[in-house]
């Protein structure tokens, strides 16, 4: 499966996605010392983001994101590749701020057609997702 | 995106590396949300952190393009005051030397706090401003009318070198309207206390998530400083960026205005119900028990350290509990000059700048604590989420229980 959508950082990368329904802070939300999702009742609660494509909702809380985001890429706990519904300003800056090739805004919503373990090869400068199904 | 002459002499490296990778990130940040043009920023404020990435953004920059003032942090003084462990101070205190020497030379003022507008930092109604800090920017937009996106500590960074910002979002008048209405109804307001405003607030920014939010019913003599207690808790329990306070802020002479002329995509009632939910929401506390009282989130201004002055005056407060009062450097001068650090710790409190207390490094105390009572929506909505046990009220609760040892509210 293809989906289309519009940059919010340049760059080409693949591998296994993970997903979340919720709206994502890089401040409280994660882990920057293991890459992963720390509270209590989130959909991801434990599980790593890092070196994945991460796929989630949008943006929320503290400005101070992008420089969590800047901690974990010291540590290589930052997803590969990020796709999410609709961007807003403090998670464009993490995607532009710690070159993560990055798209929003595509013709299908990621979150009904992409699931956990599904392998995702993304051209975020062209704003082209190509989806693997693991099943 | 459309570059004016100097801007492309940016982006082509005529200023260096730095200036050439902050104009870089704000072409892609514009692009990203449809900007056709950058727009001249009079007043940045910024986060001075991440050594490597600071020193890269700074290489060739020699002075600032925008008055900029510093975010708070913790400095290693402070730190000491409020009881962290000597290795945590030492290490503070050796980053904050490091920065200022980064950052002085170049034009920044090392100001240290969270609220710009109490230290000159003002922008006026429509102009661009660049600040991290969600506090300041629902702050600015709203009660001052100038114009600020939701701009990360990288994004005000740039703006502070470049001196512009992208014309997007929040920079354009459309984009500024009222989409959530909240009506206040069968509230007495009259004797409402900083608490009070800002378990409202915390309500509003739980319904509004990151819409803009226009408020009817608040009194029209209100003052900035219950306006401030008012907006500070809408970013964090949502993403609210602009509230409008009809009759009240510049942007709002009448619901009408405050809409653009359109339908609110929703319309909220607040009554008893909902500020008591706003209120249940922030505390967290098991017990009666207190540890730490503090006051400062956002950094408190010299009327607000004179009320717990006058509240202290000969008073002693409990020896288990610690009283903290976090303010900017400037004020902290004036306490000082008024004889209110003198009182309050007398009575057994600190005063301190430079700091954060909202994000209080708790693990780092030689004493530990995780309990504390606080008159800050803002600051006790975070703490409960990192399992702290929060008690909230106004100053006068605050201090009684700092006093007693006890929350007596």
């Known amino acids: ?135 | 995106m459309r570059l004016t002459d100097e801007e492309k002499r940016m982006f082509q490296g005529e200023y260096g590396s730095g200036t050439q990778k902050a104009i870089t990130m704000l072409i892609e940040y514009g692009e990203v949300f449809g900007a056709e043009k950058m727009v001249k920023v009079h007043n940045a404020h910024t986060g001075v952190t991440g050594g490597q990435w600071t020193e890269e953004m700074l290489a060739g920059v020699q002075n600032v393009r925008a008055f900029t003032t510093t975010h708070a942090g913790m400095a290693g003084s402070a730190g000491r005051a409020l009881g962290l462990k000597e290795e945590f101070c030492k290490q503070a205190e050796a980053e904050q030397r490091k920065t200022l020497e980064m950052i002085i030379p170049r034009g920044f003022i090392p100001a240290m706090s969270c609220a710009p507008y109490m230290i000159g930092n003002v922008p006026t109604a429509g102009r661009a401003f660049s600040w991290p800090g969600s506090q300041g920017i629902i702050v600015a937009n709203s009660v001052f009318g100038a114009r600020g996106n939701r701009d990360a500590m990288p994004a005000s960074m740039s703006s502070a070198i470049t001196g512009v910002t992208p014309d997007m979002l929040l920079m354009q008048k459309q984009n500024r309207y009222g989409q959530v209405h909240f009506r206040i109804e069968d509230l007495d307001m009259e004797n409402f206390t900083e608490a009070d405003y800002g378990a409202i607030g915390y309500f509003i920014g739980s319904a509004a998530g990151t819409k803009n939010v226009v408020v009817e019913g608040i009194p029209e003599n209100v003052s900035f400083d219950m306006l401030k207690f008012f907006m500070s808790p809408q970013p964090v329990s949502g993403a609210v960026a602009i509230c409008h306070v009809v009759g009240v802020t510049p942007e709002a002479p009448t619901l009408e205005e405050a809409l653009g002329n359109r339908k609110p995509e929703e319309s909220i009632k607040i009554g008893p119900k909902e500020y008591r939910e706003g209120w249940e929401g922030l505390h967290s506390a098991k017990n009666d028990n207190v540890e730490i009282v503090f006051f400062g989130c956002p950094h408190l201004n010299i009327a607000e350290i004179g009320k717990i002055t006058r509240l202290l005056k000969g008073k002693k407060i409990a020896g288990e509990v610690r009283l903290f009062i976090a303010t900017s450097e400037q004020v902290h001068v004036l306490a000082h000059n008024m004889g209110y650090v003198d009182t309050i710790e007398k009575a057994g409190g600190v005063v301190v700048s430079g700091v954060c207390i909202q994000g209080f490094p708790y693990p780092q105390l030689k004493e530990p604590a995780n309990t504390a009572a606080t008159n800050s929506a803002r600051a006790a909505s975070y703490q409960i989420r990192r399992g702290i046990n929060i008690q909230y009220g106004s100053t006068e609760d605050c201090i009684n229980a700092a006093i007693t040892g006890t929350w007596g509210r």
Do not use: R, W
């Open chain 1, 1 to 135: 499966m293809i989906l289309k959508g519009k940059t919010v950082k340049k760059g080409i990368v693949e591998g296994e996605a993970i997903v979340s329904k919720l709206p994502f802070s890089f401040l409280g939300d994660l882990d920057p010392q293991t890459g992963k999702v720390v509270p209590e009742g989130h959909d991801l609660q434990g599980q790593s983001i890092a070196g994945k494509i991460f796929v989630f909702d949008t943006g929320k809380g503290s400005t101070v994101g992008p420089n969590v985001a800047y901690q974990a890429k010291q540590l290589g706990n930052t997803p590969a590749g990020m796709i999410c519904v609709e961007v807003e300003p403090v998670m464009a800056m993490v995607a532009i701020m710690n070159d993560i090739p990055m798209v929003h805004k595509l013709d299908k919503n990621p979150l009904d057609t992409i699931v956990t373990g599904d392998y995702i090869k993304m051209n975020a400068t062209e704003g082209v997702v190509e989806v693997i199904k693991n099943s």
